[in-house]
C-alpha cells in the first residue's frame, strides 16, 4: 500500500517536472515593453528553489 | 501594478471560439481568441497584481502556485492543440490589455505562419532515458583489502578508471537513442536533464528529449521507443506524451 502511495507520489511529481520543463524553459517568449513575462526571471533557479523546498517540506 | 491584465496561451490560426467553451484560463477566467489578419492570441483575462514583477518571484517560489498556473496554463495549450496547430508561448506572458497584445501580434505574423506550417500535423512527445543498473553494484566490503598504500591506490585508480568508462558508456547511449529516435522525427531537441531531487526518480538520467512527430508516425515511433525498453533494464525508457509542440515553439522573428 506505502509502495503504490509512493509510487503514485513520485509519478505526479515526474509529471508535474516534465510540465514545468516545457512550461518554464520552452514555449514562444515574447519581448517587448509592456510584457510581463517571465523571460526575464532565472527559471532553472526558481524551478529548483521550489521543489526543492517541497521536497524538504514532504514529511515522508 | 494591480487591475486587468491579458494573459497569452498560444498563436494559432483562426478557429471556431465556441470549441473552447467547456475550458477555463488561469483563475478560471474566460478564454477569447485575439486575432487579426488569419492569426490570432488565445487569451484570458487575470489578474495583473498575480504576475507583477515583485510578487511573481515570490509566486514562482511557491509550488503550489506554480503547480496551479502551470496546469491551467497547460490545459489551454492542451485544449487548442487538440482543435487546431498552436505556437505555446511562454508561461506567464502577460501584456496590460488587448490593444498591447494585439500590437505585438502584427509584428509575428511571417515567423508565427511558418512555425504553424512545421506544426500542422505534428505532435510532441518525451523520451527520457535513466541510468537503471543491469544489476546491484558490487557489495563494498567484497573487494580485497589493500595491503599496502601503493594497492590501495592501484584500486582506487582501478574505480576512477571504471567511472570514467561507465560515464562515457552512458553518454555514448543516450546519444544512440536519440539518434534513433530523431530519423523517425521532423524535429528533436535534447533538454537538460532532470535532477533526481526534483523528479523524485532515484537513477540519474542521461537524456531527456523531445521529438516532433507526424501523426502518421506516431504508432511507429511508439514501436521504436517499445523496442529501445526492451533493450534497457525496466524502468529505464519513459516516454511521455503526446504534449502540444512545446517544445518546438520558436518564433524566430521575434
Redesign the interface.
Known amino acids: 500500500m506505502t509502495e503504490t502511495l509512493d509510487v503514485a507520489t513520485s509519478m505526479r511529481q515526474t509529471s508535474l517536472v516534465d510540465l514545468l520543463d516545457r512550461v518554464l524553459a520552452t514555449g514562444v517568449v515574447l519581448a517587448g515593453d509592456v510584457t510581463l513575462s517571465l523571460a526575464g526571471v532565472d527559471l532553472v533557479t526558481v524551478h529548483l528553489r521550489a521543489l526543492i523546498t517541497t521536497v524538504r517540506e514532504d514529511p515522508t | 501594478m494591480n487591475g486587468p491584465?491579458t494573459y497569452?496561451y498560444a498563436?494559432a490560426r483562426p478557429f471556431d471560439e465556441g470549441l473552447l467553451a467547456d475550458v477555463r484560463g488561469i483563475g478560471g477566467g474566460e478564454l477569447r481568441l485575439l486575432g487579426q489578419e488569419g492569426l490570432t492570441f488565445v487569451v484570458s483575462t487575470v489578474d495583473?497584481g498575480e504576475?507583477?514583477?515583485g510578487l511573481?518571484?515570490k509566486n514562482?517560489?511557491?509550488?503550489n502556485w506554480?503547480?496551479r498556473v502551470?496546469?491551467e496554463?497547460?490545459s489551454v495549450v492542451q485544449a487548442v492543440a487538440g482543435v487546431t496547430s498552436a505556437?505555446?508561448?511562454?508561461?506567464?506572458?502577460?501584456?496590460?490589455d488587448d490593444e498591447?497584445a494585439l500590437r505585438?501580434l502584427a509584428g509575428?505574423r511571417p515567423a508565427a505562419l511558418a512555425t504553424l506550417d512545421v506544426l500542422t500535423g505534428r505532435e510532441e512527445w518525451?523520451v527520457k532515458l535513466y541510468a537503471v543498473p543491469t544489476r546491484p553494484p558490487a557489495e563494498v566490503g567484497a573487494a580485497a583489502q589493500p595491503g599496502s598504500g601503493l594497492d590501495y591506490l592501484r584500486q582506487r585508480r582501478a574505480a576512477l578508471d571504471r567511472r570514467t568508462l561507465e560515464a562515457r558508456a552512458a553518454a555514448d547511449e543516450a546519444d544512440a537513442v536519440f539518434e534513433r529516435l530523431r530519423d523517425i522525427a521532423v524535429l528533436a531537441r535534447r533538454?537538460?536533464p532532470?535532477?533526481p531531487?526534483?523528479?523524485?526518480?532515484k537513477h540519474p538520467m542521461l537524456l531527456?528529449a523531445a521529438f516532433l512527430i507526424d501523426r502518421d508516425r506516431v504508432a511507429t515511433f511508439q514501436a521504436a521507443v517499445a523496442a529501445l525498453a526492451d533493450e534497457h533494464p525496466e524502468g529505464a525508457v519513459v516516454l511521455?506524451g503526446p504534449?502540444p509542440a512545446?517544445?518546438f515553439?520558436?518564433?524566430d522573428d521575434?
Open positions: 491584465g497569452l498563436v495583473l504576475f507583477a514583477p511573481l518571484n514562482l517560489e511557491d509550488l506554480l503547480e502551470a496546469r496554463h497547460d505556437v505555446p508561448l511562454r508561461l506567464g506572458t502577460v501584456y496590460c498591447s505585438r509575428l518525451g533538454h537538460r532532470q535532477d531531487v526534483l523528479s523524485g526518480v531527456n511521455t504534449w512545446y517544445s515553439a520558436t518564433l521575434a
